[in-house]
């Protein structure tokens, strides 16, 4: 049988093409008609979008573990583009007395691909907060009350209910992502601390399983403005360093952030929210609480039972980290008085240490709660790093993001462009350069020393308000010399390291540091609050809040110790002015600013930094202990003798913009001496960063007379510069030539 002609062949081939065009195409699944075993109905959106849940007032609400009915929506992104799933799932989770997010705001995630879940947390609006949630529940709403994000109610409800996706084969039991804001910022670093395991009502911690069986984790978290340790945030008492590599909660209770605490405290319960009754439950007594920090100094057994149950329980830095958390980008927000950076930095710097390898980055800015300005610049900058570190480490698509510091600077007027970004692949490496200041006067601080108010985060100007540049009436002042031409840009904690006398127990001390313009007003750059050791005089340390501030040409830096952070009233009073507050008196005082200039800068103006303070109990953190220091060296460790001079080169580091005011001591032992002679010193007055420059160094009449009748000589040559706090010495040998 003759086959077809070429012309019949390409007929059957354009007809096979046709025909396959025209088959049934495998069947997409259908999108579920409810989710949560019928509890919440899905309805199909105009762009294909299932939606599962309501919007407010409404309310579609499934029984927690213990039955409290929670607020829920869930959403499934568009199947012709995506799939039919199961899908990577995203949590994101409300800010403090907020409530579940809407359809338009988890489009930002179901347009990547990920079918999303949002919960109204236990105890406010219609997850119990509301009157006709509690009506529609009754005694379910019995202990529906808020909890503050423990680990064991708040956090493991958001995991039953992802287990529960899984188990209706909606969602990946391993590609969850975790992301939220200020509360919700708390909630994904609890998650993302806790990875694959969950906490039970009696404390202990198990693998977390999805009630079919299935094994769940948290495959990244983006916690943006979270708190880390939350009795420190609202109460801190400046145990907290950001060098160290373990910054629990030590010491005295702190000072109460008396605006902040007021302030959310009244807008929980206008949420509308649900507080237990004063006494009903001591692990969420937030009306206890409230009115126990309101009481004021001297905080007893009964207030520090409140910080060991907000710290071991509501906060995700003592959650157990035998195991490496999920992958981690963690932001805060440089004007954000409420969670600032110490927040993530103390988690990072544990992290790093015990698990060099885990994936963690941090970005700062200005941004968050009040002072923060949320300028658009960074924010964008941020939600495209939160998108491309969720596509990497939950959809495992894209490439893999750069880990190390992102930081955005501080800028004024409001409608001024962010600085930035600068990066470091570590904290550590962050700031470069150090400006020091030293003043070695007594001054006292005294009681009655406390600002307006003028720059309290919730009544006042915010980040780049105003106030003219009079020193505080009893404060312990200091002021910098202005900023030379170009300025220089402060990126981290301004460090006080001085010798304190403090009588009493109940006493505190608060720290700003400012920036004075030329035209004789100040903004403020950040903040503090301290606890200092009572006696003395003793060398303590304590640090401000991070900032990135650039201190233009012409502004003074000036640091002012007073006795409170407050103004008039409860929600114009960032620190709660302690009672029975004493004068206390400082001496010694050293302050340093980490800056991004190199070392050398503005003439030796900017130093290497300083040797780290570390009080008793504390170890430096793994990166900062890892740190080589940089210094001026001799080149090849080799001097020359000619005539009466010792002539040998300088090298300065690559790491310093110059080497300036350099002096050298050449010291040997020599013959009939039982210690070591100075036998030549010398001067040069600069060398450029990355060069080396011929050092002349001259003999003394020891070393004259040595070199006379020896042509060799080992010796000790000590290096000092203006940038290094510390000379450094090294080995070095000395030849006369034509002996």
């Given amino acids: ?283 969420a007594d937030l009306v206890g609480w409230q009115t126990k920090l309101e009481m004021g100094e001297p905080y007893g057994a009964e207030a520090q039972a409140i910080i060991d149950e907000i710290t071991l329980h509501h906060s995700s830095y003592y959650i157990d980290h035998t195991i490496a958390p999920a992958p981690m980008l963690m932001s805060s927000g440089f004007t954000d008085d409420l969670f600032p950076a110490d927040e993530t930095i103390r988690y990072y710097n544990r992290t790093r240490g015990q698990y060099p390898d885990a994936d963690l980055a941090l970005l700062f800015g200005d941004f968050g709660h009040m002072r923060g300005q949320n300028k658009a610049d960074v924010t964008t900058a941020l939600q495209n790093a939160e998108n491309a570190w969720m596509d990497y480490f939950v959809k495992g698509v894209g490439t893999k993001p750069t880990e190390g510091v992102t930081a955005y600077t501080e800028t004024c007027p409001s409608t001024a462009a962010s600085g930035g970004p600068y990066n470091a692949s570590t904290w550590a490496t962050m700031a470069p350069g150090e400006i020091r200041f030293d003043d070695a006067s007594s001054k006292t601080i005294a009681p009655n020393s406390t600002t307006n108010g003028a720059f309290d985060p919730v009544s006042g100007g915010g980040a780049c308000g105003t106030k003219p540049a009079d020193d505080t009436a009893g404060a312990a002042v200091y002021k910098l010399d202005a900023a030379p031409a170009g300025g220089y840009t402060m990126m981290g904690a301004a460090t006080v390291l001085a010798d304190f006398t403090l009588p009493g127990d109940t006493s505190q001390v608060a720290a700003r540091l400012l920036d004075v313009a030329p035209d004789n007003t100040e903004t403020l750059v950040d903040r503090g609050l301290w606890r200092p050791a009572t006696g003395g005089p003793t060398q303590q340390v304590f640090q401000l809040h991070p900032n990135g501030w650039n201190f233009a040409e012409g502004h003074v830096p000036k640091l002012e110790l007073i006795a409170s952070d407050s103004g008039s009233g409860a929600l114009s009073s960032y620190g709660r002015a302690s009672n029975n507050q004493q004068p206390v008196t400082v001496s010694n005082l050293e302050l340093r600013l980490p800056v991004l200039e190199k070392p050398g800068s503005f003439n030796g103006l900017v130093g290497t930094p300083a040797q780290k303070f570390l009080p008793p109990g504390y170890k430096l953190a793994t990166e900062f202990a890892a740190l080589s220091s940089p210094h001026p060296t001799l080149s090849k460790s080799k001097l020359e003798v000619k005539g009466s001079k010792l002539i040998g080169k300088i090298d300065c580091p690559a790491e310093f913009a110059a080497c300036d005011d350099l002096e050298a001591i050449a010291s040997g032992k020599l013959s009939g001496h039982k210690k070591a002679v100075k036998v030549a010193k010398g001067k040069l007055s600069k060398v450029a960063g990355g060069k080396s420059k011929t050092l002349k160094l001259k003999l003394t009449s020891k070393g004259k007379k040595y070199f006379r009748d020896n042509s060799k000589l080992k010796l000790t040559v000590e290096i000092s510069s203006a940038e290094v706090a510390e000379p450094t010495t090294e080995k070095a040998k000395a030849v006369a030539k034509g002996k």
């Fill in 1 to 283: 049988m003759q086959g077809p002609s070429p012309r019949g062949k390409k007929l059957l081939v354009l007809g096979a093409i046709v025909g396959a065009f025209a088959l049934p195409q495998a069947a997409q699944a259908a999108p579920p008609a409810s989710v949560f075993a019928g509890t919440v109905p899905c309805t199909v959106q105009g762009d294909g979008v299932d939606f599962c849940g309501s919007t407010a007032p409404a309310r579609t609400t499934v029984p927690a573990f213990d039955g409290v009915p929670i607020d829920v929506n869930v959403a499934l992104p568009d199947p012709a583009q995506f799939g039919s799933g199961p899908y990577p799932l995203m949590m994101m989770f409300h800010g403090y007395g907020g409530g579940k997010f809407n359809l338009a705001t988890m489009h930002r995630f179901l347009d990547r691909g990920y079918a999303t879940f949002t919960m109204t947390d236990r105890g406010f609006r219609e997850s119990c907060g509301s009157p006709a949630s509690k009506a529609a529940a009754g005694a379910a709403c019995d202990n529906g009350y808020v909890r503050l994000i423990d680990n064991r109610y708040e956090v493991r409800d958001a995991q039953e209910f992802a287990g529960q996706l899984a188990d209706e084969n909606l969602i990946d039991p391993q590609k969850i992502g975790a992301i939220g804001g200020s509360y919700g910022g708390g909630m994904s670093m609890a998650l993302g601390a806790l990875k694959n395991r969950k906490v039970l009502p009696d404390y202990s911690v198990v693998p977390w399983t999805s009630p079919g069986g299935k094994a769940m984790q948290i495959a990244a978290a983006a916690p943006n403005i979270p708190w880390t340790d939350l009795a420190y945030s609202l109460t801190p008492n400046g145990s907290t360093l950001d060098y160290v590599d373990d910054a629990p909660y030590r010491g005295r209770v702190g000072v109460e952030k008396q605006s902040f605490v007021t302030g959310l405290y009244l807008s929980g319960l206008g949420a509308p929210g649900f507080y237990a009754p004063a006494g009903f439950d001591p692990t």
